[in-house]
């Protein structure tokens, strides 16, 4: 490992708002004004990693540098707008949302599709940091819109308070890829339905059928998934697992996943809270090349009061997977991190 006194100092730097944070009253609460809400959250974080040749080093880097408002005019309307600062200023959330009914709520906007549990769940909220595999090559991103980032889109969702509570979303989303130097546009149509038999399991399935165009040619791919979760008592479970094509291989290319994540919550003291908590996935990017990957994570989170976690965490992938680049015309073998890390979340 490269270690010079200049790379531990941000290090120390981290460890010391660590102390200082533990030692310190809560912060206030984010600022509310009659119906507007304001509120910064930030996630600096100390890492040491192995680097695609195989080299280890550390760096100190901010995860993420959020600015959100919420504005609430009427009981029936909600405005929302996120900002992140953390690599120049980049536009997350921006959207409007209509309460018709229980059974109808419309939302249109920049906003994230309906499709898995594991990007739909804030990244402030995450047990492990590191959403995974599945999430970075094909549900967060692909070179046509991830089956489940953020796009433009309008959709309907509701919930039906029945002997099985039912919780449905219905969008359709478009990505212009120019606005990232692309010369590709997108259509996705996605759906979801949730049910909860009882307390503490709920079960969805989700699907995304998606349209792309490139030049004058129009393509189409589908991807489909299901995720369980169980919570009893401190402890949860959450199973998560989809398959479809593979948008950046081009036809006749398929990509599968799936992960596990365990956990415990465990109060050791009046506004301190344990929670550990390991993942396992599987991943293979192309069913047309030899190999898949294996990912390990594994993270204590310990919440101080409402607004500070500090997490220590790490993940390990083993394997070998690859996957055919159509725009390169090529396979390439996909980057396996390997990582250790120490992060700070704070809300403000």
Known sequence: MRARLSTHLPAAALLAALAFVSLAPRPARAFEWD??????????????????????????????????????????????????????????????????????????????????????????????????????????????????????????????????????????????????????????????????????LVLAVHANHKLYYLGEHTRTVNAFGADLRWTFRGFRLQLEGAFGDNPDAGPGHGLAGGHAIASYRWKIADGWVLTPAAMGEIFDPDDQQDGYAWRIAAAANLDIGKHVRVVLASEWCLGEAEAYDARLGAVQALDLPRRIYLQLDLAI
Do not use: C
């Open 35 to 200: 119906r507007l809400r304001l509120r910064g959250r930030l996630q600096p974080r100390y890492e040491v990693g192995e680097d695609g040749n195989g080299d280890w080093s550390n760096r100190f880097l901010l995860r993420r540098a959020r600015v959100d408002g919420r504005w609430t005019p009427l009981d029936w309307l909600r405005l929302e707008l996120e900002i992140d600062g953390s690599d120049g200023v980049d536009l997350k959330d921006a959207y409007a949302r209509i309460e018709v009914h229980d059974l109808l709520r419309l939302t249109a906007g920049q906003f994230k599709k309906p499709f898995s549990r594991l990007k739909m769940t804030s990244p402030w909220d995450l047990l492990i940091p590191e959403r995974g595999l599945l999430d970075a090559y094909a549900i967060r991103h692909t070179d046509h819109g991830g089956y489940g980032g953020r796009d433009l889109g309008l959709m309907a969702s509701g919930v039906w308070k029945g002997p099985v509570k039912l919780r449905y979303y219905l969008g359709a989303f478009d990505g212009d890829g120019r606005l990232d130097g692309r010369d590709e546009t997108h259509r996705d149509y996605v759906a979801r339905l949730q049910a909860q038999a009882f307390k503490g």
